[in-house]
T-cell receptor
Framework: DPKIIQKPKYLVAVTGSEKILICEQY?????MYWYRQSAKKPLEFMFS???????DNQTASSRFQPQSSKKNHLDLQITALKPDDSATYFC???????????????FGPGTRLLVL | GDSVTQTEGLVTLTEGLPVMLNCTYQ???????LFWYVQHLNESPRLLLK?????KRTEHQGFHATLHKSSSSFHLQKSSAQLSDSALYYC????????????FGQGTSLSVVP
């Protein structure tokens, strides 16, 4: 059974619209992350959360808003979508925030977003 | 800020030949964690190796790497490439006061041919 679920798997959106990417992890982890992978850039860190609190934000645009309604959920709301937002968005999680040797980040299957 | 530089672009190897993918990093922190992630086509990145200890070889699934802090390097090696090794390989760094993120290199695409 998949331990990190991302929904939807594929998403097509119109420029200017708003979408929410869902991430749920069933690994019992306390830290969750969002990364983006596009053709132009390699894997790029976006946000990190620990115990549902924002720890780091490397996304310049406020159009990207993470939302943690539950400990094992970290959704990503994207508003005013642009074609440049087209990418695969990966959710990841780790037991803690990586201060310990064993805190490996595990990646979900990703949501592939295409903005037309 | 922290950064990672990898062997650029596509590396094509004949099956059975040795693999070496270069990775160097920059960080102001003296105790970084270094990782190699592998991503097969249409899959998500998966951890292959990780290291924290200077000059200690770490191995997994036939791959090995040694963290050398003196040269800020963490090169990935394998003695004999297999067709199934064809994938995208990312070197990544975790080094900050909170270790809150992974900083990835640009990725190296490895293609192993018969």
């Amino acid at each position: 059974d998949p331990k990190i679920i991302q929904k939807p798997k594929y998403l097509v959106a119109v420029t200017g619209s708003e979408k929410i990417l869902i991430c749920e992890q069933y690994l019992g982890h306390n830290a969750m992350y969002w990364y983006r992978q596009s053709a132009k850039k390699p894997l790029e860190f976006m946000f990190s959360y620990s115990y549902q609190k924002l720890m780091d934000n490397q996304t310049a645009s406020s159009r990207f808003q993470p939302q943690s309604s539950k400990k094992n959920h970290l959704d990503l709301q994207i508003t005013a979508l642009k074609p440049d937002d087209s990418a695969t968005y990966f959710c990841a999680s780790s037991q803690e925030m990586g201060r310990d040797w064993e805190d490996t980040q595990y990646f979900g299957p990703g949501t592939r977003l295409l903005v037309l | 800020g922290d950064s990672v530089t990898q062997t650029e672009g596509l590396v094509t190897l004949t099956e059975g030949l040795p693999v070496m993918l270069n990775c160097t990093y920059q960080t102001i922190y003296s105790n970084p964690f270094l990782f190699w992630y592998v991503q097969h086509l249409n899959e998500s990145p998966r951890l292959l190796l990780k290291s924290f200890t200077d000059n200690k070889r770490t191995e997994h699934q036939g791959f090995h790497a040694t963290l050398h802090k003196s040269s800020s390097s963490f090169h990935l090696q394998k003695s004999s490439a297999q067709l199934s090794d064809s994938a995208l390989y990312y070197c990544a760094l975790s080094a900050s006061s909170s270790f809150s993120k992974l900083v990835f290199g640009q990725g190296t695409s490895l293609s192993v041919v018969p």
